[in-house]
């Protein structure tokens, strides 16, 4: 078993799906927002593996730095289409610090003595509220699964 860390970019976001209502309260379209967050993130994971290293585990907390956003809007209303781009997203109160959990594993498989062919997948969940919707009490927050594939090569 180990403790395990680094630095890596992440871009993360939602979409949001309202339905648009009349003065009369008739359904007449809908709005869908776009966020894009860009992130640097670095989690600390204890990893332990079973089977000879072959299968492993990772567990642990990770920090996310929140770079910049972009957001725009999609609106359809009575058949016609308008988007909106905002690039300021500072009215929502997007935090620039998220707090969150990873778990994930994956498999070695050794090709030879120097090189070993990995797979990976995880999920992580954040902790902390994305941003304060203006509109509504939801706490927004990231759920993210992701999978690596890649090639260890020793360098002794």
């Not at 008739?26 to 966020?35: Q, S, T």
């Not at 609106?75 to 778990?103: A, F, H, M």
């Amino acid at each position: 078993s180990s403790i395990k860390s680094g630095i890596y970019y992440e871009g993360k976001g939602l979409t949001n799906e309202m339905t648009l209502f009349n003065y009369n309260g008739a359904e007449n379209g809908k709005e869908i927002d776009h966020f894009y967050f860009n992130y640097l993130t670095m989690p600390l994971l204890y990893s332990f593996s079973i089977y000879k290293r072959f299968l492993f585990f990772n567990i642990g907390p990770y920090l996310s730095y929140n770079l910049n956003n972009k957001y725009y809007s999609t609106i359809e209303t009575n058949g016609e289409r308008t988007i909106q781009i905002n690039s300021d997203v500072n009215e929502l109160k997007i935090g620039k610090i998220e707090l969150g959990y990873s778990i994930g594993g994956g498999i070695n498989i050794p090709l030879n003595e120097k090189i070993t062919l990995s797979g990976s997948l995880k999920i992580e969940k954040s902790i902390t509220c994305l941003y304060e919707p203006i509109f509504s009490k939801s706490q927004p927050k990231n759920i993210l699964l992701g999978g690596l594939i890649g090639i260890k090569w020793a360098l002794k």
